[in-house]
């Protein structure tokens, strides 16, 4: 028995031919490849872990000055994911601010307030008499073994609470 035709309709659009096999199979082998690396990725450990850090002791210039005087502190990041120092809050009375050494030309040298610095993720901040160190002013008075105790405040790791040890400049 033959089956009746549906008359054809020039106004409706015809239906695309479905997609071949072998077009389907390609992306979709490609996004499976995908989503196994970053499973294997991610149950590795390596995907968001936050910062991990640790502050052993600074130290704390004696002061030779009535200005200011400086602390240094290394900061380590054992974690997956960078963060920023933000700011540090000094003794009480004394203010501290991030401060970095900067060349004004003809072998001078000045300071100049730093906003933030980065803690790269498996990294260091090292601070150092010619780089990077938080600024103490006004200088308190300070004699060999004395510790100071600062807080390093951070973007997105909790603050930590550090102590310094007072030592003469250049030891």
């Known amino acids: 028995m033959k089956r009746p035709s549906l008359p054809s309709l020039p106004f409706l659009p015809s239906l695309p031919s479905l997609p071949s096999l072998q077009s389907v199979a390609v992306p979709l082998l490609t996004c499976l490849a995908t989503l196994g690396a970053?499973?294997?990725?991610?149950?590795?450990?390596?995907?968001?872990r936050p910062a991990e850090l640790r502050i052993p002791e600074g130290r704390v210039l004696i002061p030779s000055g009535a200005e200011a005087t400086a602390a240094f502190f290394t900061v380590r990041n054992t974690g997956g994911a960078d963060d920023v120092l933000t700011g540090v809050?000094?003794?009480?009375?004394?203010?501290?601010?991030?401060?970095?050494?900067?060349?004004?030309?003809?072998?001078?040298?000045?300071?100049?307030?730093?906003?933030?610095?980065?803690?790269?993720?498996?990294?260091?901040?090292?601070m150092t008499p010619t780089t990077l160190d938080v600024m103490v002013s006004p200088p308190p008075r300070l004699a060999p073994g004395d510790r100071l105790t600062f807080t390093l405040h951070f973007r997105h790791s909790p603050p930590q609470t550090v102590r310094a040890t007072a030592v003469r400049p250049g030891s």
């Open 38 to 48: 970053l499973t294997a990725w991610t149950a590795g450990g390596n995907a968001g």
């Open 89 to 126: 809050t000094g003794p009480a009375g004394h203010r501290a601010m991030l401060s970095r050494t900067v060349d004004i030309g003809r072998n001078a040298r000045s300071m100049a307030m730093v906003r933030e610095a980065i803690v790269p993720a498996g990294g260091a901040l090292t």
